[in-house]
């Protein structure tokens, strides 16, 4: 399956950024799909990036043959592991050759991943379309395997509808936390106690030395943001889930940009830089916020 989200002017030029979508079954049908989109990028002078788990890169790697050296290979695990991240990498592809076409071949819901990975793949689908609607140059195709289970046909469905549906998910709590979660009220003079809490708590979990700090300024920087916008107070929870050290912080404070996080703040604007850092230096980070309360989730794997 191919549903092309984008349509073209009158005169032939994309009108928008395009955002399609296929399903494979297997490697040939994925081989099928992905170097017809590679090779027609190539051949038309475009900057091709491939953003992919391992195991597809090695498809499409000896598929390509010699072509496979003019494509910028990129492993998806890593720069989106925390596909909150993904907006930023694409943007900073962009603007690195401003005016050149730019074509991209992704798999971030890759297989493997958590429950709470998978939906945040799929809002950050849904994103993707608020965030590059003005980039005539840049189309991107997302490759889904079938074994996943995720129909992409929702956050692939034309740009007219991505913002009312990721506007839905965003101000949508995330599940409950959990009975077995420990709890901490916090304040202004709590910020110091917390920390070195979290601290325990992830040290006695095995969360390394480099891990447990990225951690602990994550966390300060989410909490301080609670302390500042929402209201002046916060509560925190920690649990462990699917290998990982999960903080999630709760506040009354409400978020207007659904792309807080996803693009890097003015250094004298007020707010979004702590979202932005967490983004950077956890696994996974969820956020949600409505009328009446914000929701950062805080993943950290176990190692």
């Given at each position: 399956?191919?549903?092309?989200?984008?349509?073209?002017?009158?005169?032939?030029?994309?009108?928008?950024?395009?955002?399609?979508?296929?399903?494979?079954?297997?490697?040939?049908?994925?081989?099928?799909?992905?170097?017809?989109?590679?090779?027609?990028?190539?051949?038309?002078?475009?900057?091709?990036?491939?953003v992919?788990?391992?195991?597809?890169?090695?498809?499409?790697?000896?598929?390509?043959?010699?072509?496979?050296?003019?494509?910028?290979?990129?492993?998806?695990?890593?720069?989106?592991?925390?596909?909150?991240?993904?907006?930023?990498?694409?943007?900073?592809?962009?603007?690195?050759?401003?005016?050149?076409?730019?074509?991209?071949?992704?798999e971030?819901?890759?297989?493997?991943?958590?429950?709470?990975e998978?939906?945040?793949?799929?809002?950050?689908?849904?994103?993707?379309?608020?965030?590059?609607?003005?980039?005539?140059?840049?189309?991107?195709?997302c490759?889904?395997?079938?074994?996943?289970?995720?129909?992409?046909?929702?956050?692939?469905?034309?740009?007219?509808?991505?913002?009312?549906?990721?506007?839905?998910?965003?101000?949508?709590?995330?599940?409950?936390?959990?009975?077995r979660?420990?709890?901490?009220?916090?304040?202004?003079?709590?910020?110091?106690?917390?920390?070195q809490?979290?601290?325990?708590?992830?040290?006695?979990?095995?969360?390394?030395?480099?891990?447990?700090?990225?951690?602990?300024?994550?966390?300060?920087e989410?909490?301080?943001?609670?302390?500042?916008?929402?209201?002046?107070?916060?509560?925190?929870?920690?649990?462990?889930?699917?290998?990982?050290?999960?903080?999630?912080?709760?506040?009354?404070?409400?978020?207007?940009?659904?792309?807080?996080?996803?693009?890097?703040?003015?250094?004298?604007?007020?707010?979004?830089?702590?979202?932005?850092l967490?983004?950077?230096?956890?696994?996974?980070?969820?956020?949600?916020?409505?009328?009446?309360?914000?929701?950062?989730?805080?993943?950290?794997?176990?190692?």
């Open positions: 399956m191919l549903k092309d989200s984008a349509t073209d002017s009158l005169h032939g030029a994309p009108a928008g950024f395009k955002h399609d979508a296929f399903v494979h079954g297997t490697d040939e049908e994925f081989v099928l799909r992905a170097v017809a989109f590679v090779r027609e990028g190539l051949a038309a002078g475009e900057r091709v990036v491939a992919l788990p391992p195991e597809r890169t090695a498809v499409l790697r000896d598929a390509l043959a010699s072509e496979y050296s003019e494509v910028t290979v990129v492993d998806a695990t890593v720069a989106g592991g925390n596909p909150a991240r993904l907006i930023p990498f694409w943007r900073g592809i962009l603007e690195q050759e401003p005016g050149r076409p730019v074509r991209g071949l992704g971030a819901a890759y297989p493997g991943r958590s429950t709470a998978y939906d945040e793949v799929l809002l950050h689908e849904a994103l993707s379309d608020i965030a590059f609607a003005a980039d005539r140059s840049f189309q991107l195709c490759a889904y395997e079938a074994s996943v289970g995720i129909d992409p046909t929702s956050t692939h469905a034309g740009q007219s509808g991505m913002e009312a549906l990721a506007d839905k998910s965003f101000r949508t709590a995330l599940d409950d936390v959990p009975d979660a420990e709890r901490w009220e916090f304040g202004p003079d709590e910020l110091g106690q917390v920390r809490w979290v601290g325990g708590q992830a040290s006695s979990h095995g969360v390394s030395r480099d891990r447990l700090e990225d951690l602990a300024l994550a966390l300060h989410i909490c301080t943001n609670s302390i500042r916008f929402g209201g002046g107070r916060g509560a925190l929870a920690v649990w462990i889930a699917d290998r990982s050290l999960i903080c999630d912080v709760t506040d009354r404070g409400r978020i207007d940009d659904l792309l807080v996080g996803r693009v890097l703040p003015p250094l004298d604007g007020l707010g979004g830089r702590g979202v932005w967490a983004n950077q230096l956890c696994d996974l980070v969820q956020l949600r916020s409505g009328d009446d309360f914000t929701q950062v989730r805080l993943s950290t794997r176990l190692r």
